[in-house]
């Protein structure tokens, strides 16, 4: 649920952190990484934690995309809540 604010939230490390803010940028159309995220990601993680962060994050959005074209509806996990 934290995921959500997790720029206000003070739970997650500095580490988490900046792979969210990987996430976002990866996520956004178009996907621009800005210099200063990569270079965060270059004090916080080294080569190879970094490949593994970009294919995941890759791969997440890859899967996202697909099923919305195919109408493959969501298994439930993950429940917005609702402003009423």
């Known amino acids: 649920m934290a995921v959500k604010d997790w720029r ?9 952190r900046v792979a969210l803010e990987l996430t976002e940028a990866m996520t956004d159309t178009p996907a621009i990484i800005p210099d200063d995220v990569f270079s965060d990601l270059q004090i916080h993680f080294n080569e190879s934690q970094i ?9 997440e959005n890859y899967r996202a995309r697909f099923n919305r074209a195919f109408m493959i509806a969501s298994q439930g996990f993950y429940k917005p809540e609702t402003s009423e």
């Open 8 to 16: 206000m939230s003070n739970i997650f490390t500095r580490e988490e």
């Open 51 to 59: 490949v593994e962060l970009v294919a995941t994050v890759a791969m």
